[in-house]
């Protein structure tokens, strides 16, 4: 019986552990369902000159530090400081930055649709 106890705590935890690293029991991160192109996404932030305020993986020339830095983007937690990171909260941030964070340096782009869920999807590449 003790065995049986100890065996379902370390299991308990096991689980507990996966769920707080938000990684698969291997290390994987999970696959996050992104609907853009990712190469449709870096040309459209080049188009949109991102990188003359953020340094962004992949990106010629960003390597700006007006905003933050947009590597690992797959492994932030939030979203304009805001927001708990998802390809939909991303995507929010980007089509109306002031509905998200009131005040904030990041400009309205005007992006379209596919621009947005491009850019989401370029960005959650990077890991």
């Keep these: 019986m003790r065995r049986r106890a100890t065996r379902w705590a370390l299991a308990v935890g096991a689980l507990c552990l996966v ?3 938000g990684q ?3 290390g994987d991160r999970p696959v996050i369902p992104v609907a853009g192109e990712p190469e449709v996404g870096r040309g459209a932030i080049i188009e949109h ?3 003359a ?3 962004i993986p992949g990106i010629p020339n960003a390597d700006a530090m007006v905003g933050p830095p947009l590597e690992a983007w797959s492994r932030r937690a939030f979203v304009a400081g805001v927001l708990p990171n998802s390809a939909d909260n991303l995507a929010r ?3 109306n930055t002031e509905s998200v964070r009131p005040g904030t340096a990041m400009p309205d782009l005007e992006l379209d649709d596919q621009e947005v869920a491009a850019i989401v999807a370029y ?3 990077l890991d």
């Design 123 to 125: 960005l959650f590449t």
């Design 93 to 95: 941030f980007l089509a």
């Design 49 to 51: 000159g991102c990188g």
């Design 53 to 55: 305020c953020h340094r």
């Design 19 to 21: 769920a707080c690293t």
């Design 24 to 26: 698969g029991p291997r």
